[in-house]
């Protein structure tokens, strides 16, 4: 896995690439921990990532918890075929608000305020 991050304006755009899955769901939690001091809202693009287990949707989940604690959120972005089904198939989407594309997920925190 592979994670980027770039930030516009006040939100911040992460992007994973690869697989998120049990053995390296602890660096996605590490990373995001981190980024918690430049910004509390974040559109996390998914285009690149070629699968999700239930352990690495459980450390998105983290994720968005850490955020609602500090009155931020996550969007999801970009969501592939593979995780699309993984998201389906746990209800996720409940959870988690879910965009086609980074520019609309970034328009919805931007009209939010």
Known sequence: MDIKFKQENDIGIVKIEG???????NDLKTFFQSSLDKTIKF???????????STGL??????????IEVDGDIYIANLATKPRLVFE????????TVFDDVKTA??????RE
């Open 106 to 111: 970034l328009e919805a925190f931007e009209n």
């Open 89 to 96: 198939m746990t209800r996720a989407f409940k959870i988690f």
């Open 19 to 25: 697989k998120l899955v049990a053995s390296n769901s």
């Open 58 to 67: 459980g450390a998105l989940v983290s994720c968005l918890k850490k955020a």
């Open 43 to 53: 559109v996390v693009d998914l285009s690149e990532m070629d699968f999700i287990d």
